[in-house]
């Protein structure tokens, strides 16, 4: 079965430092890897994705993840940080089996930006 | 395109009555989720539909939930009777194919409240 844990619910950082949040990820088989973002009130967005082919991912607003298989990680960064970032960021697996088409959801990381 | 749209987007009812969530996917996408997400338990898959075929009902709490799809433009979330413990916001996606690898795009949500 997969799984994905997101450390830290609650992560905190100045306006123009550097955006860390991390996912590590559970599956028996290649996964793909999604981060969604959520600002309140709102359905979730898509921010990047893995599935094959390079290992460092570039999506929307700046951020970007990297998928290190020796490490089960697939954590998301941004080098500066902007008010605007400030919501709720969602890591995700997906089982490359054919017929699964479900996602697993991490529990999600509060991102804060402090002016 | 209008994205996904849910409806209501708030629904206060008393327990013991019946609630419909109503969702219409982005048109020519071809799978539908159902999600609820509480603080307790974050976002949880409920159900999904492909081609209007419900593939995985797994994640349906009880038999007070029930969803259909009678055609590709709409699908409804039943739950009755309701309780209190489905008080949650529930969220309906849609994606073009619905492989493991595609975007799923989020509607707003309905926020339900059983009192």
């Known amino acids: 079965a997969q799984s994905v844990t997101q450390l830290g619910s609650h992560v905190s950082v100045s306006e123009g430092a550097l955006v860390l949040l991390r996912c590590n990820y559970s599956s028996s088989v290649p996964p793909y890897l999604f981060w969604y973002v959520q600002y309140p009130n709102q359905g979730l967005q898509l921010l990047l994705k893995?599935?094959?082919?390079?290992?460092l991912v570039k999506g929307i607003n700046g951020f970007e993840a990297e998928f290190k298989k020796s490490e089960t990680s697939f954590h998301l960064t941004k080098p500066s940080a902007h008010m605007s970032d400030a919501a709720e960021y969602f890591c995700?697996?997906?089982?490359?089996?054919?017929?699964?088409?479900?996602?697993?959801f991490g529990t999600g990381t509060r991102l804060t930006i402090i002016p | 395109d209008a994205g996904v749209i849910q409806s209501p987007r708030h629904e206060v009812t008393e327990m013991g009555q019946e609630v419909t969530l109503r969702c219409k996917p982005i048109s020519g996408h071809n799978s539908l989720f159902w999600y609820r997400q509480t603080m307790m338990r974050g976002l949880e898959l409920l159900i999904y539909?492909?081609?209007?075929?419900?593939?995985?009902d797994s994640g349906m709490p009880e038999d007070r939930f029930s969803a259909k799809m009678p055609n590709a433009s709409f699908s409804t979330l039943k739950i009755q009777p309701s309780e209190p413990r489905d008080s949650a916001v529930y969220f309906c996606a849609s994606s073009l194919k619905g492989g493991t690898t595609d975007t799923q795009y989020f509607g707003p949500g309905t926020r339900l409240t059983v009192l």
């Open positions: 893995y599935t094959t082919g390079a290992t």
């Open positions: 539909f492909n081609n209007n075929v419900p593939i995985d």
């Open positions: 995700a697996v997906s089982e490359s089996n054919f017929g699964n088409e479900k996602l697993t």
